[in-house]
């Protein structure tokens, strides 16, 4: 299956039902499943964001999480990659609601990755990769 590592919060925020575009500086080719990996390290300004962002804020007390109890080095999620397109065309259509943007980046020439079918999975360790890798569950 492939996957996406994302930084703590915004992989728990996709888990959650939350974060339903990604957003990114490039575009792939990948349509359907696509396996929602937190990254192990979390940088300062992700903890930051913990914080100091409200809506992450409020979603992480309403679910009872924290910054020291996100999953990290895990697979949480599955989701299915439906379409990608510039975040200019995402904000004229309006497609992005408030929520997710607060949790994206929707500055002009970057992407707008639209997931849906998204599902929590008991975390499975792994380890993570840049742009779009190949998960294999461990046992197969």
């Not at 009872?64 to 990659?81: E, Q, S, W, Y």
């Not at 408030?98 to 994206?104: I, P, T, Y």
Request: proline share 5%; net charge neutral.
């Amino acid at each position: 299956m492939k996957a996406l590592t994302l930084w703590q919060p915004w992989a728990s925020m996709v888990a959650l039902g939350y974060k339903t575009i990604e957003t990114r500086s490039w575009a792939t080719d990948h349509r359907g499943p696509l396996a929602i990996h937190a990254a192990k390290v979390m940088p300062h300004e992700a903890e930051l964001a913990c914080y100091e962002n409200e809506t992450i804020y409020n979603i992480l007390q309403r679910n009872g999480l924290t910054v020291c109890n996100l999953p990290r080095g895990f697979v949480i999620a599955i989701v299915r990659l439906h379409t990608i397109q510039k975040t200019e065309d995402a904000l004229a259509l309006g497609l992005v609601n408030d929520v997710n943007l607060a949790l994206g980046d929707f500055a002009p020439g970057r992407y707008a990755w639209t997931l849906n079918n998204i599902t929590a999975v008991e975390p499975v360790r792994s380890i993570g990769g840049q742009r779009i890798w190949n998960f294999v569950e461990p046992g197969d």
